[in-house]
C-alpha cells in the first residue's frame, strides 16, 4: 500500500537508571503511523506504553528515564536529534498529546480557556482576543456546553467528561499531524467514554489528522483503530492492520490476549488468563520474552531473540519464530532430541 | 468576600480581650512595683504609696483589669505611668517606624526567600540547589541579635558602609531589615523549594511542557501560582515572628519602634504602655493575616472562604 507515513517510530529504547539497575522500559519498538489513520497500541500495564507514548514528545524526566537509540522520525525529521527550541515547536503544534488523567493534567488555577489559547498565541502568533475567541470556539466544537461561559471556569468547576473534552480542545487547537491519546477514556465511566470516542472520531475526520491510541482495552480498539501494535515487555510483538489482528492473532500473545476478552455468546464460567508474568524489565531473557509464557514454546524461543519480521504483506509484522522457516526446522532438531 | 472580611473584623474583639488579659495577668505576677519603680530608689514608704494610690494600682486587680478594657473599647488606652502622656500618642509616634521595618524586612523576607526557592527547585540536588539550602539553614539558625550584631560589625564598623544605629535615613534601614528579614526569608527559601519541587512533578506541568511552553513559561506561569499556595500562609506566619523580633532589632539597632517602646516599658513595670503597645501589635497581625487570608483565595479560586 502507498499510504503516506506520518510518523514512523524505529528500534526506540527508552531506559530508566535506578538504584536497582537499568529498567529497560521500552527495549526496541517500532511502528509505523500514515495519515489519517489511528494506530492502537495495546499491551497490559507495565509493558512501556505509556512511555513509549512520552518518547514521542521527549516528556521522559531526565534523569532517570533517557531515550538510548532509536529514531521517531516526523515526516521524515528525527524528534530524537532535535534541539530543545526545535522541539517545543512540534510539541503541541504538529504532535499533540492527551493524557490518561483528566481531573490531574489541567493546571488547576487557571482558567479552561486560557490554557487553550496559551497554546494558540504560542504557535500560531495570533493576539490574544483572537486566540481566546479559537479557545471559545474549540471547546464548543468538542461539544462542550456554554462554551464561553466554561471557558473562564477553572479545572475544578468542570466535571470529569468536561476536562477531557477541554483537554481534547487544547490538543487540538494548532490542528495537528500527530494525536497521541494516551489512555484518554481510562479514567472515564463507560457512557462518557463512548461520547470521547465518538468525538475523537469525528474530529479526525474533521482535521485529516492521525491518532496514536494507546489502551489495554481491546475493546476500544476495534472500535477506532485502524492499525494495531501489541506490545508485550518493552517490545512491539505484532503490528498489523485491526481487522486482520482481530481475526487471526498471529503471536501467541495477541492470541492471548483475545482469547482472556468475555465473550458475550458464550455462558463462560471462568475466564481464561495468560499463565505466568511478565519478566522484569531489569532483567529480560535472552531468547523471546514471551517464552516462559507461550504454549508453543520450543528451544529456539529460549536461545535467540525473535525480530519483528514482515510476514505475507508488509502490513503485517510479528515477532515470533512460529511465522518463520527456522521454526520448521527446529521442529526437527526437537524431534532428533526427544524422540 | 465581603461578609468574610466583615466576620475577621468582629473577630478583633476576643483578640482585644485575650490579648490585655493575658498582658495584664503576666504584669500582674512579675516581680517588681510599678509604683516602687516610679518613686525610685530609697523612696520612702509614703512617697511609694503616695504613687500607688495616684496611679489607682491600689484599686482591686479586676476592677483595674475591667475599667482598663472598658476604656479600650472608647479608644483609650490610658496614660503612661512614667511620664502621664496618653499611651495612644506614643504609639502612633513609634507605630510607623516599626511598619516601615517590617515592610522592609518582609520584602526581603519573599523577594529572597521566593528567589532561593525557585532557583533551589528548578534543578534539584544540584551543586547550586545545594548551597542555597546549605545558607537557608544557617539563615534559620542565626538569633537575629547575633546575626546584627555580626552585620553591624562587618558593614558598619569595618567596612564603614553604613550606619551604625538610628533612624534618620534610607541607609539606616539596611541592616536592621536584613537582620529582621533572612530568618524569614531562609524558611520561605525551603518551603519554596520543597512546594515547587511537588508541583513541577505534577501531571499539569507535564501537559504544559507537552504543550511546547517554553520553560520559564513552565516554571513561572504554571508551577509557581501553585507553589506559591503554602508559601503564602508561611509569609503571613513569618510576618508574626517578625513582629515579635522587632522587639529585639530595634534593641540592638537603637531604633525608637514600637518593639524598643515594649521593652522600655517592661523594664518600668509601665503597665499601660505595655498592654497598648502588645494590643496594637496583635491588631497588625490580625489585619496581616486577613489580608493573606484574601489574598490565597485571589490565587486559589477553589479555598471557600465562608
Known sequence: MDKEIVLQVKNLKTHFTTSKGTAKAVDGVDFTLHKGETLG????????????????????????????????????????????????????????????????????????????????????????????????????????????????????????????????????????????????????????????????????????????????????????????????????????????????????????????????????????????????????????????????????????APDLIETGNSDTKVRCFMHTEKWETSVKEEELVCP | MFLFILKRLAQIIPVILGVTLVVFLIMQMVPGDPAAILAGEGASQETIEQYREDLGLNRPVVEQYLSYVGNVFQGDLGNSLKNKQPVLDEILLRLPITMELAFYSILITIVLGLAAGIISAVKPYSVRDVSVMVIALLGISLPSFWLGLLLMYLFSVKLQWLPVAGWDGPLNIILPALTLGVGGAAIVARMTRSSMLDVIGQDYIRTARAKGLKEHFVIYKHALRNALIPVITVVGLQFGSLLGGTVLVESVFAINGLGRMIVDAIRTRDLPMVQGGVLVASLVFVFVNLLVDVMYRAVNKRIDLN
Not at chain 1, 127 to 149: F, I, T
Not at chain 1, 201 to 211: E, P, T, Y
Open chain 1, 41 to 304: 497500541i495495546v499491551g497490559e500495564s507495565g509493558c512501556g506504553k505509556s512511555i513509549t507514548s512520552l518518547s514521542l514528545l521527549r516528556l521522559i524526566p531526565t534523569p532517570p528515564g533517557k531515550i538510548v537509540a532509536g529514531e521517531i522520525l516526523l515526516n521524515n525529521k528525527d524528534i530524537v536529534k532535535m534541539k530543545e527550541e526545535e522541539l517545543r515547536k512540534v510539541r503541541g503544534n504538529q504532535l499533540s498529546m492527551i493524557f490518561q488523567e483528566p481531573m490531574t493534567s489541567l493546571n488547576p488555577i487557571i482558567p479552561v480557556g486560557e490554557q487553550i489559547a496559551e497554546t494558540i498565541r504560542l504557535h500560531q502568533r495570533l493576539p490574544r482576543k483572537q486566540a481566546w475567541q479559537k479557545a471559545v470556539d474549540l471547546l464548543e466544537m468538542v461539544g462542550l456546553p456554554s462554551p464561553e461561559k466554561r471557558a473562564k471556569q477553572e479545572p475544578f468547576q468542570l466535571s470529569g467528561g468536561m476536562r477531557q473534552r477541554v483537554m481534547i480542545a487544547m490538543a487540538l487547537a494548532c490542528t495537528p499531524e500527530v494525536l497521541i491519546a494516551d489512555e484518554p477514556t481510562t479514567a472515564l465511566d463507560v457512557t462518557i467514554q463512548a461520547q470521547i470516542l465518538e468525538l475523537m472520531k469525528d474530529l479526525q475526520k474533521q482535521i485529516g489528522m492521525s491518532i496514536i491510541f494507546i489502551t489495554h482495552d481491546l475493546g476500544v480498539v476495534s472500535e477506532v483503530c485502524d492499525q494495531v501494535a501489541v506490545m508485550y515487555a518493552g517490545q512491539v510483538v505484532e503490528h498489523r492492520n485491526a481487522k486482520d489482528l482481530f481475526k487471526t492473532p498471529l503471536h501467541p500473545y495477541t492470541q492471548g490476549l483475545l482469547a482472556s476478552l468475555p465473550n458475550i455468546h458464550e455462558n463462560q464460567q471462568e475466564l481464561q488468563t495468560i499463565e505466568g508474568s511478565v519478566p522484569s524489565p531489569y532483567d529480560y531473557p535472552i531468547g523471546c520474552r514471551f517464552a516462559d509464557r507461550c504454549p508453543h514454546a520450543r528451544d529456539i524461543c529460549r536461545a535467540e
